[in-house]
């Protein structure tokens, strides 16, 4: 088996305890994942869970119930990719049950443990039970829990016992471990879903007090915060820790922290992940696995050390390059020049564009070769790359590479410098870049012209990716995983044809990187009709910050830029309901700047006409203090815009 998975387990699993005098007995956690959590049919959940390196899977009844072909076959087709079954789940409604159910329960287990034996797994978990006809009472289920265990002891069978947050006598992982606790048989042991406690808001903390080796199985399942039914909550809105707002670091260092030394598995219900791609979901799962675990090496003295470089603080944007050809980079050069840009350099070898203000640089490339010329053909003009400013590129792509995310390389000419580089959202490359790379402007490009007079744009201020609804949890996870960002409240951006998610993630203290991910249902939204005509493109604007928005906006007029038309009603809603001085607001209608304020700061917009491609920038000044992007203000942007794309009296669609 190990033959078949070259160098993969040394790299993935945790070592729990750490006891340097005694380092052969560290026991290792393995990683599992439940079949429930990712789309197909059996076959290809164990094809996606395999290559996604987990080490186990929780076989689901339902799956297996599904597929064709019998248990003893399953058990082969799960060892062949290398995998182990890990657990079978969920057997319910047993403890408690008044005569004749009872009986008919144990013949149940009965009959379940023997379909366990031709799949080849010992480990089987019971939910706690929700039937009406329970009775309850601790000592009656460790009773029958005890029962179950000698049936289950004969044939080499270990059964864990997992509170659900919504069961009917025993909803809380304390209850559930006197039960097992009282049954006080080898083969009856606890299972803890991190779903169940902290869904529940029990603290976490309590699991200390439980024995590790009394811990037989422990699943990992994250949740957004939204206020809701527990069990549909659970059933829907699962999803991979890290990407929803449970603690589920404190919970797992709980777990650490008993020794217990068995798998660490996801059980993920989630609706988008049921309808989506199972192998990159299942990619996801492992991505946040491998991060969690490594964090949890990070906080703990008490564990092994961390196996993967820390986050990388990312900087902000060093550059965005549009691959672009013939007329459209033509007019994408003179928009450039009408936002105050020069185009200060040349490539010594590529047909390649520097355009540069203040730290902003933006490249055309009109190669016919390459990735860019990859992404032309398959988009036309778009954001083919962007590179990001990290402390250490090395250790990002260290970091990337740990977290099984592709590094991305091509041949590079005579002299041209080795940047490295990953694959980021529908097949765009992001470019890691440290200080020591920045000689790669003066080494590989031709100084054309100084810049000479600009319209004060300074920096990028953040980069606006579009992506279907279902990829943006796993584009949140990508960067939080990789990078030193978190997450800001999700916000909702009401396009006048539908609903677009927006979810920002940004640098943590002294980064200076934002990004907002923008996840559309439908192709009527702007963002939608941006993704369904560019075949899944990434970038749709870019942020540029000013000092001074007002001497921007005059710098722009000089030079013909056109800036997107914002009605009159705008403003005079605006008038009542901020106070700035009636001339500034005059100022602002003149100039088409729209404006927020988040409670503490402002925050002054200006917005382009689409570019070729689609891709439009926005020109933003941020107050002290101000957190957000101008959310309130997106339906009229993007009203707007939709004017322009779509003429009056031409029908939508
Ligand atoms: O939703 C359920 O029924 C269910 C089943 C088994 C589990 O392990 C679980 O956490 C939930
Ligand atoms: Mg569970």
């Known amino acids: 088996m190990e033959a078949r998975r070259p160098g993969r387990r040394l790299d993935l699993r945790v070592i729990a305890r750490h006891r340097p005098a005694d380092i052969t007995q560290v026991p290792i956690l393995r990683t599992s994942i439940a079949t429930v959590s990712i789309a197909g049919n059996l076959t290809e959940k164990l094809a996606a869970i395999a290559e996604a390196g987990f080490d186990g899977v929780e076989i689901f009844e339902q799956d297996f119930i599904a597929h064709d072909g019998g248990p003893a076959e399953v058990g082969r087709m799960v060892r062949d990719h290398g995998l182990d079954i ?56 460790a009773d029958d829990l005890a ?23 025993i909803n809380d992982h304390r209850d559930a471990w006197e039960i097992v606790r009282r049954a006080d048989h080898p083969n009856i042991g606890l299972i803890l879903d991190s779903f169940h406690s902290l869904g529940r808001k029990i603290d976490p903390e309590s699991i200390r007090a439980i024995p590790g080796d009394r811990i037989f199985f422990v699943q990992l399942a994250d949740a957004p915060a ?34 217990y030394a068995g798998p660490v598995s996801l059980e993920i219900f989630n609706d988008q992940f049921r309808g989506g791609d199972p192998r990159r979901i299942a990619r996801d799962g492992y991505r946040s696995l491998v991060v969690t675990m490594d964090d949890i090496r990070r906080q703990e003295p008490d564990t092994a050390p961390p196996r993967l ?10 550059f965005a390059e549009f691959a672009s050809r013939g007329e459209e980079a033509e007019a994408l050069g003179r928009a450039f020049a009408t936002l105050g840009f020069t185009r200060v350099a040349r490539h010594r070898n590529k047909d390649l564009d520097l355009w540069a203000q203040g730290d902003i640089r933006f490249v055309i490339n009109r190669e016919t070769e390459g990735h860019a010329a990859t992404s032309w053909n398959a988009r036309g003009t778009c954001v083919c790359d962007i590179g990001l400013s990290v402390p250490s590129a090395h250790e990002a792509v260290t970091r990337a590479e740990g977290l099984r995310l592709s590094p991305f390389a091509q041949p590079l000419g005579p002299g041209e410098m080795e940047i490295p580089a990953i694959r980021g959202l529908s097949g765009s490359v992001l470019h890691l870049i440290d200080a ?24 990028v201020d953040h980069i606006a990716q579009t992506m279907s609804y279902d990829e943006m949890l796993g584009w949140t996870l990508f960067y939080t995983a990789l990078f030193d960002m978190q997450k800001a409240p999700m916000v909702d951006v009401i396009d006048p044809d539908g609903v677009v998610r927006s979810q920002a993630v940004e640098s943590r203290r002294g980064g200076g990187l934002r990004v907002t991910l923008n996840g559309a249902e439908t192709h009527r939204t702007l963002a939608g009709s941006f993704l369904a005509e560019t075949f899944g493109a990434s970038v749709q604007h870019i942020a540029l910050a000013t ?55 402002g925050f002054f917009q200006l917005y382009s006409q689409a570019l070729p491609g689609g891709v439009f920038i926005e020109i933003v000044q941020r107050e002290p203090g ?15 815009q939709k004017r322009l794309a779509r003429p009056k009296g031409v029908p939508k669609d």
């Open 436 to 459: 020591a790379h920045e000689v790669v402007w003066d080494q590989e490009f031709v100084t054309e012209t100084e810049p000479e007079s600009d319209a004060g744009l300074t920096t």
């Open 547 to 601: 000092d001074d928005i007002f001497a921007t906006a005059e710098a722009l007029a000089a030079r013909d830029f056109a800036a997107l038309q914002i009605p009159t009603n705008y403003y005079a809603d605006l008038a009542a309901r901020v106070d700035l001085p009636a001339e500034v607001i005059a100022r602002m209608r003149k100039a088409n700047i729209l404006y927020d304020h988040d409670g503490v700061a």
């Open 147 to 169: 029962a179950l265990g000698d049936i289950a002891t004969e044939r080499g069978i270990r059964v864990g016992y997992e509170a659900l947050a919504w069961g009917r006598h």
């Open 86 to 141: 890990t657990l079978f789940q969920p057997f319910r409604d047993f403890e408690c049950l008044p005569e004749p159910y009872r009986t008919k329960a144990f013949d149940r287990a009965r009959h379940k443990f023997d379909t366990m034996a031709e799949l080849g797994t010992d480990m089987m978990l019971i939910c706690s039970s929700v039937h009406p006809r329970s009775l309850g009472g601790i000592d009656r289920a």
């Open 309 to 318: 470089p820390p986050r990388a603080l990312a900087q902000g944007v060093s």
């Open 226 to 259: 939204i206020e809701m039914d527990l069990l549909y909550w659970s059933r829907h809105f699962r999803n991979m820790p890290g990407e929803g707002d449970l603690d589920i670091e404190r919970f797992l260092r709980a777990v650490m922290a008993t020794g």
């Open 626 to 640: 101000y957190t957000g992007y101008g959310g309130p203000n997106a339906p009229f942007r993007i009203a707007a």
